[in-house]
């Protein structure tokens, strides 16, 4: 729905079959391939009416076999296609993991430079959902560790857009991370809008007395904590990290220089996470601008649990995440 003044009002779902879609027009080099992308329009209804729009030679339904069709993307971008790979839950992303990591992110280095593998992998990431332990958790931390890829996590609808196109540019391989709690997310952006910057972290919210880092959903929980906080008279800065590979430190590093303070929301476990990444970065970057140790707010360590009270304990929350900041901010001493 086309608002002339204010932009384009679309969902993050749509806001990703569009730049699908627009990617296949401009190039034919460009196909989706996964389980249920074709008939079924997606899992999540991301590829809905692809297959009728491009057919079934560019939307390709493929076995339940995610390490088979994934180094069949991986064939295809060294045969000069630009292949985007659907996989529909981030968990079944782990039976494809041979070929991401010792395929997909090797292919370049171990061919002396000669061989680009330029594929975009897709998949959904998180829980709140309850759709129990093997549907809902945020392993996107575990792929940043990775070198050879990009991770992206786009949250706001212009990324998820943007994001896609730019990745398709992008002669490497690259993942994106779509939380699955935001297909639903309606916003407006220009109707303008093309691709965007993968390498920077942005500043959502300006803020003086502390700086929240967090990316993808959790983004939100942060900005609502944020806003609650500054009727408080405490105004927290809230960074989206973006992209997790490779990470922007100076932007994050810049404002705990500013506020002193730095409190990481990670809906990945804290053990490992990339939360724990960001952390070390600030201590050997910004050490002796903390007026305070940098505190993280993570998923408890346990399968994400199905019940609806015991998922949403499992996950951040904003009131913790009030908690917590206000803590932070008491004077010490």
Request: glycine fraction near 8%.
């Amino acid at each position: 729905m086309k608002n002339d003044k204010q932009g384009i009002k679309l969902t993050y779902r749509e806001a990703v079959r569009q730049a699908i879609r627009e990617a296949m027009q401009k190039d034919e080099r460009v196909f989706l391939m996964g389980e249920d992308v074709g008939r079924y329009g997606g899992a999540y209804a991301v590829s809905m009416g692809l297959l009728e729009e491009f057919g079934p030679e560019r939307i390709r339904d493929t076995p339940l076999s995610e390490s088979t069709f994934v180094g069949t993307g991986i064939g295809a971008a060294l045969g000069g296609m630009r292949p985007i790979v659907e996989i529909m839950t981030v968990n079944f992303s782990l039976l494809a993991m041979d070929q991401i990591v010792n395929n997909a992110a090797k292919y370049l280095h171990m061919s002396g430079g000669q061989f680009n593998v330029p594929l975009v992998i897709r998949m959904a990431t998180g829980g709140g959902r309850q759709l129990a332990a093997q549907h809902s958790h945020s392993l996107e931390g575990w792929d940043a560790h990775i070198p050879g890829i990009k991770v992206l996590t786009p949250a706001t609808i212009e990324d998820a857009r943007g994001m896609l196109w730019t990745a398709l540019e992008d002669p490497d391989p690259v993942l994106i991370f779509e939380h699955a709690g935001l297909y639903n997310m309606s916003g407006e952006i220009s109707p303008n809008a093309g691709p965007v910057d993968i390498d920077q972290a942005r500043i959502r919210r300006h803020g003086s007395d502390l700086t929240i880092i967090s990316y993808s959903a959790s983004l939100f929980k942060a900005l609502d904590a944020a806003q609650a906080l500054s009727e408080e008279g405490i105004e927290a800065e809230v960074i989206d990290l973006r992209t997790l590979r490779p990470l922007d430190d100076r932007t994050f590093l810049d404002s705990v220089t500013k506020t002193h303070r730095a409190l990481i929301v990670d809906e990945g476990w804290r053990s490992g996470s990339i939360s724990a990444e960001v952390s070390a970065r600030i201590m050997e970057g910004a050490f002796y601008d903390l007026d305070t140790p940098v505190e993280r707010i993570c998923s408890a360590e346990v399968p994400m649990p199905y019940a609806r009270h015991m998922e949403q304990a499992a996950l951040p929350q904003v009131e913790t995440i009030i908690t917590t900041v206000r803590r932070m901010v008491q004077p010490h001493g």
